[in-house]
């Protein structure tokens, strides 16, 4: 019998944000506001999206609190520089206060230099970033990071706390604490056999 995966229950959230106001931010929901439906088949609905796996919190303590910034009057030339200099796959945009305004990967370059040519390198950063991010607080898990990337197909979210940016994460980031994650279920299973 094979088993099901649910759809993550943040994604469904967002995407309900988004098909009634797609000028909304949307956000991973607080984890202590989930609720747990049971199924028949998994236990519950959404294994990860109960909350599941890793702190983002704990990841950034690991990681540290540094994000990349750029303002939106900055030329595309600049961005990439920043993109080189710290060997990074974006930067978010923010204004004189440091308060998040938007995100521009390399996608968002490589997007602009297909339909403008070389002439986009002159453009402002503004001009070609992402406005409507997606964030998470310090609270959610990787577990429902890894559904709203998939869902949202993003790589970057920027972790928010009090209205303040605290740290970002990648994907990379994501994969490598789940990866840790389970090499500690996997000995811990193997502790457990061999006694």
């Known amino acids: ?42 236990g519950t609905i959404g294994v990860w999206s109960k909350g599941m796996g890793m702190k983002i919190s704990s990841i950034l303590q690991n990681k540290g ?57 002159d453009h402002t950063v503004g001009s070609i970033m992402t406005e409507v991010v997606v964030t998470c607080g310090p609270d959610a898990t990787t577990g429902e990071l890894m559904g709203l990337m998939t869902e949202r197909r993003v790589r970057h979210i920027p972790v928010i706390e009090d209205d303040q940016m605290v740290g970002i994460v990648s994907i990379g980031d994501i994969v490598k604490a789940r ?10 299973l193997q502790a457990y056999i061999s006694s």
Do not use: N, W
């Not at 305004?101 to 968002?108: C, K, N, P, Q, T």
């Not at 990866?179 to 811990?188: P, W």
């Open 1 to 42: 019998m094979g088993t099901r995966t649910p759809d993550p229950l943040p994604a469904r959230q967002v995407l309900y944000q988004l098909s009634y106001s797609p000028k909304t931010v949307p956000t991973v929901p607080d984890a202590s506001a989930r609720q747990v439906t049971p199924d028949p088949l998994c």
């Open 65 to 121: 609190d540094f994000v990349a910034t750029v303002s939106q009057e900055a030329l595309v030339t600049e961005l990439l520089a920043v993109l080189a200099e710290h060997r990074i796959g974006a930067v978010v945009v923010a204004d004189a206060q440091g308060k998040l305004i938007g995100i521009v990967s390399e996608r968002d370059v490589a997007r602009a230099c297909h339909s403008e040519g070389a002439a986009a390198l």
């Open 179 to 188: 990866f840790a994650e389970l090499e500690t279920e996997r000995d811990a």
